[in-house]
T-cell receptor
Framework: DAMVIQNPRYQVTQFGKPVTLSCSQTLNHNVMYWYQQKSSQAPKLLFHYYDKDFNNEADTPDNFQSRRPNTSFCFLDIRSPGLGDAAMYLC??????????????????FGQGTRLTVV | RKEVEQDPGPFNVPEGATVAFNCTYSNSASQSFFWYRQDCRKEPKLLMSVYSSGNEDGRFTAQLNRASQYISLLIRDSKLSDSATYLCVVSEYSSASKIIFGSGTRLSIRP
């Protein structure tokens, strides 16, 4: 059974029309990540939540926002999608064991991704 | 300088060959290391974790050199099914605890 579920698998949105991608997990992991992956490139970290703490990457555009209402769910909001935002968006989870900054971060478990097309 | 750097390849080798991938990371505070495999248009999947003592899983061997901030992956007796992109992944040991991917190395195994 899938442990990290992303919906939808494919999303087509209009230029400038807000879109939300969702991710849910059954692993009870305390860290959730959003990555953007364009063709032939590695996944690029946009931001992540460590519990309720939001950590934004310095080069993530303001156009990208995220919400994590509870442990299981995390959302990626693109306020005004541009053609350059077309990509695969990957959600991942991991668990940090021990106190904050402590022992180890487990490997990341990925959802199947949402492929976003902007028209 | 990128946080995690890999040789982008592509590597094109015959079936049965041995192939090695290298990766360097810039943050000495990094604590957890992994190799992921990604097939075309699929999500990355964990291949193996990398430990200081080195670890082996069948035809795959991973090594970590903390002093040099260097990670390697060796694939022996390569199979056609090994064709994929291999991603070096580093987890920072900090309050934020984020996971960073290298750019990936594309491997093609030919019959």
């Amino acid at each position: 059974d899938a442990m990290v579920i992303q919906n939808p698998r494919y999303q087509v949105t209009q230029f400038g029309k807000p879109v939300t991608l969702s991710c849910s997990q059954t692993l009870n992991h305390n860290v959730m990540y959003w990555y953007q992956q364009k063709s032939s490139q590695a996944p690029k970290l946009l931001f992540h939540y460590y519990d309720k703490d939001f950590n934004n990457e310095a080069d993530t555009p303001d156009n990208f926002q995220s919400r994590r209402p509870n442990t299981s769910f995390c959302f990626l909001d693109i306020r005004s999608p541009g053609l350059g935002d077309a990509a695969m968006y990957l959600c991942a989870t991991s668990r940090v064991k021990g106190p904050r900054g402590g022992l180890m971060n487990t490997e990341a478990f990925f959802g199947q991704g949402t492929r976003l097309t902007v028209v | 300088r990128k946080e995690v750097e890999q040789d982008p390849g592509p590597f094109n080798v015959p079936e049965g060959a041995t192939v090695a991938f290298n990766c360097t990371y810039s943050n000495s505070a990094s604590q957890s290391f992994f190799w992921y495999r990604q097939d075309c248009r699929k999500e990355p999947k964990l291949l193996m974790s990398v430990y200081s003592s080195g670890n082996e899983d069948g035809r795959f061997t991973a090594q970590l050199n903390r002093a040099s901030q260097y990670i390697s992956l060796l694939i022996r007796d390569s199979k056609l099914s090994d064709s994929a992109t291999y991603l070096c992944v580093v987890s920072e040991y900090s309050s934020a605890s984020k996971i960073i991917f290298g750019s990936g190395t594309r491997l093609s195994i030919r019959p």
